[in-house]
């Protein structure tokens, strides 16, 4: 019955780091899952599978770990050291889109009607 414990990395459809920078102790699997002979699901008689425990720091999760004698093992990826600078999509294209622009023309006049339009 050991744990792993992991701070999990931001999804794929996350931009930012919101939900993210907290610790999960996770049970590790004691018997591999078998399946259904009739309908053909995966089940398994490991309980401790569906137990996902979360932490705000390092040392919460490994003083739970402690003081409930379980023997854990830390991963050490936890969240990423390198930061990657946010770049405009100007500074990766090279095209400018302000009002500064030379080759942008600035919007003309709204063209008045002089009668109601037909629908």
Do not use: C
């Amino acid at each position: 019955m050991s744990a792993r414990i992991y701070s999990p990395s931001r999804t794929a459809m996350q931009s930012g780091t919101a939900k993210t920078g907290y610790w999960v102790l996770e049970f590790e699997p004691q018997s591999p899952p078998r399946i259904e002979p009739l309908m053909g699901y995966t089940s398994s008689s490991d309980t401790r599978r569906q137990v996902r425990l979360n932490f705000p720091t390092l040392e919460d999760a490994i003083a739970y770990a402690q003081k409930n004698g379980i023997p854990y093992q830390v991963d050490p990826r936890g969240p990423s050291a390198a930061r990657f600078p946010m770049r405009k999509i100007s500074a990766m294209t090279g095209k400018s889109r302000g009002p500064t622009d030379p080759g942008r023309s600035a919007p003309g006049p709204v063209a008045q009607l002089d009668r109601a339009p037909a629908f």
